[in-house]
């Protein structure tokens, strides 16, 4: 079964920096490029961050670029986000999305991790 | 960064009805226009990828048209499973974008 699992989020204050978990299972990992995206409660959904098979490029939105790191392990099928001096606007639900042959579209998504950025 | 604006926000129809759901562009995508749906609670569904290609699974009552600005999500025949959120996202280079969703409701 296809399927990704993300772990790590939680309750942190603003400044402090937290990292973020996919677990992939059910395909070939390091075929595809993987992605985070998110939703903050009752909100719509944003694109954060974007990295190719092999980590050769990488993409973030205006609105966490310099702050947040994106990177990923093929050998532990692995995706990572690496975010830092949180801001409260930064709070939401999390998800890790694989995407498809076409590399536009995200085909399989994680359920989520809530971040919530708070003191 | 591209804007993508969907209309209407809400879309009131009952079951049966056929649903238009429009996106556009603030520049050219070509055809790297993406639909997802979404329910509460769940993470999003892939419907349709590069304009107007079905996902796997997918019904063939939802149809994707367009390219370059102006993109259009049809369901032809509203199921009761069909009420949810839809939204549209497109690829730039390494830059992405959704837009702000269309709630498809009860009438």
């Known amino acids: 079964e296809v399927q990704l699992v993300e772990s790590g989020g939680g309750l942190v204050q603003p400044g402090r920096s937290l990292r973020l978990s996919c677990a992939a299972s059910?395909?070939?990992?390091?075929?595809?490029?993987m992605h985070w995206v998110r939703q903050a409660p009752g909100k719509g959904l944003e694109w954060v961050s974007g990295i190719s098979w092999n980590s050769g490029s990488t993409g973030y939105a205006d609105s966490v670029k310099g702050r947040f790191t994106i990177s990923r392990d093929n050998v532990k099928n692995s995706l990572y986000l690496q975010m830092n001096s949180l801001r409260a606007e930064d709070t939401a639900l999390y998800y890790c999305?694989?995407?498809?042959?076409?590399?536009?579209?995200?085909?399989?998504w994680g359920q989520g991790t809530m971040v919530t950025v708070s003191s | 960064e591209i804007v993508l604006t969907q209309s209407p926000a809400t879309l009131s129809l009952s079951p049966g009805e056929r649903a238009t759901l429009s996106c556009r562009a603030s520049?050219?995508?070509?055809?790297?226009l993406t639909w997802y749906q979404q329910k509460p609670g769940q993470a999003p569904r892939l419907l349709i990828y590069d304009a107007s290609n079905r996902a796997t699974g997918i019904p063939a009552r939802f149809s994707g048209s367009g390219s370059g600005t102006d993109f259009t999500l049809t369901i032809s025949s509203l199921e009761p499973e069909d009420f949810a959120v839809y939204y549209c996202q497109q690829r730039s280079n390494w830059l992405f974008t959704f837009g702000g969703g269309t709630k498809v409701e009860i009438k």
């Open positions: 999305a694989k995407a498809g042959f076409s590399g536009g579209a995200f085909d399989i």
């Open positions: 059910g395909f070939t990992f390091d075929d595809y490029a």
């Open positions: 520049q050219s995508v070509s055809s790297y």
